[in-house]
C-alpha cells in the first residue's frame, strides 16, 4: 500500500517561499506518475506540477517559472520548491502519486493528507 506524507506547508507573506515535501513508502510502480495537486476553498482541485519516470515536467500555467518540482532517491521523496508566492497561491497541496499516463493525465491512484499553504498579502 502506499503511503504519502507531505510536510512543509505554513503562512507566509506574498512574495516569500516555502518548499513542500512528500515522503513516499510502498511505491513500487517502474513507470510512474508523481506530482502536487492544490484544492482551495470552493474551487476544484488543480494540478500544480507532475513529473514522470521518463523525466516529463508539466507545471500548471500559474506557476511556471516559480514553482520547481523535483524528486530524489526516484520514487522516495518528492519536493515543491515555491517562489514568489502570490495570495492566489494559497489552498491545501496534496502529494500524489500512480501509474503512468501521458503527460501524467490521468488520474493518481494514491494521495496524501494534503498540507496547508497560506499566503498574506
Known amino acids: 500500500q502506499v503511503q504519502l506524507q507531505e510536510s512543509g506547508g505554513g503562512s507566509v507573506q506574498s512574495g516569500g517561499s516555502l518548499r513542500l515535501s512528500c515522503a513516499a513508502a510502498g511505491f513500487d510502480y517502474s513507470r510512474y506518475c508523481m506530482g502536487w495537486f492544490r484544492q482551495a476553498p470552493g474551487k476544484e482541485r488543480e494540478r500544480v506540477a507532475t513529473?514522470?519516470?521518463?523525466?516529463?515536467?508539466k507545471y500548471a500555467d500559474a506557476v511556471k517559472g516559480r514553482f520547481t518540482i523535483s524528486q530524489v532517491n526516484a520514487k522516495n521523496t518528492l519536493y515543491l520548491q515555491m517562489n514568489s508566492l502570490k495570495p492566489e497561491d494559497s489552498a491545501m497541496y496534496y502529494c500524489a502519486a500512480g501509474r503512468w499516463s501521458p503527460d501524467c493525465d490521468e488520474e493518481l491512484e494514491s494521495w496524501g493528507k494534503g498540507t496547508q499553504v497560506t499566503v498574506s498579502s
Open positions: 513529473l514522470s519516470s521518463y523525466g516529463g515536467v
